[in-house]
T-cell receptor, first 112, second 112 residues
Framework: KQEVTQIPAALSVPEGENLVLNCSFT??????LQWFRQDPGKGLTSLLL?????REQTSGRLNASLDKSSGRSTLYIAASQPGDSATYLC???????????FGKGTSLLVTP | DARVTQTPRDKVTEMGQEVTMRCQPI?????VFWYRQTMMQGLELLAY????????DSGMPKDRFSAEMPDATLATLKIQPSEPRDSAVYFC??????????FGPGTRLLVL
């Protein structure tokens, strides 16, 4: 069974810092990997999707990388802002149905 | 702006009662997923469909949970009888096979 781990579980940084969130998975035979953002009491918002054949994806200040062979992905957030405060979830699709296995998330707090 | 909708948004019920949650996927999406989120377990897959056909429901307690897609615009998740341990937020998501999954706002269920 695919296990997804996110480190750290919580992170607090001052505004303006660049930061990296880490995600690891145990089975490298994946179809894709998706990063989500979840605000308290809300649903999940998709940030980036990386297909298994891709190495990275970028959207604005966000950059996600994928190293399938080592079972790792990172989410890089540039010039963090207080509005980036949320929980960030990494999820891996490991079967042809594309159902997602989620990590427990990294809770990010960006202080002014 | 196409979105996944879920009803009800909140549900409080007593143990033993039947609970039905509904989801309207984004028009044109061929895959629909049900996930459950708890503090202890995080996000877990319950069941999913492709082109309305169930692909996998191994994440659900079979004796009390059932998931169906009576038509392309409606997915249902039913719990009968409900138990306090079923208290969680239930999310529906839809997407095209292998592409980004879009999540609904969730149904917050409390079983007393």
């Amino acid at each position: 069974k695919q296990e997804v781990t996110q480190i750290p579980a919580a992170l607090s940084v001052p505004e303006g810092e660049n930061l990296v969130l880490n995600c690891s998975f145990t089975d490298s035979a994946i179809y894709n990997l998706q990063w989500f953002r979840q605000d308290p009491g809300k649903g999940l918002t998709s940030l980036l999707l990386i297909q298994s054949s891709q190495r990275e994806q970028t959207s604005g200040r966000l950059n996600a990388s994928l190293d399938k062979s080592s079972g790792r992905s990172t989410l890089y957030i540039a010039a963090s802002q207080p509005g980036d405060s949320a929980t960030y979830l990494c999820a891996v699709a490991s079967n042809s149905g594309y159902a997602l296995n989620f990590g427990k998330g990294t809770s990010l707090l960006v202080t002014p | 702006d196409a979105r996944v909708t879920q009803t009800p948004r909140d549900k409080v019920t007593e143990m033993g009662q039947e609970v039905t949650m509904r989801c309207q996927p984004i028009l044109g999406h061929n895959t629909v997923f049900w996930y459950r989120q708890t503090m202890m377990q995080g996000l877990e897959l319950l069941a999913y469909f492709r082109n309305r056909a169930p692909l996998d429901d191994s994440g659900m307690p079979k004796d009390r949970f059932s998931a169906e897609m009576p038509d392309a615009t409606l997915a249902t998740l039913k719990i009968q009888p409900s138990e306090p341990r079923d208290s969680a937020v239930y999310f529906c998501a839809s997407g095209l096979s292998g592409e980004t999954q879009y999540f609904g706002p969730g149904t917050r269920l409390l079983v007393l």
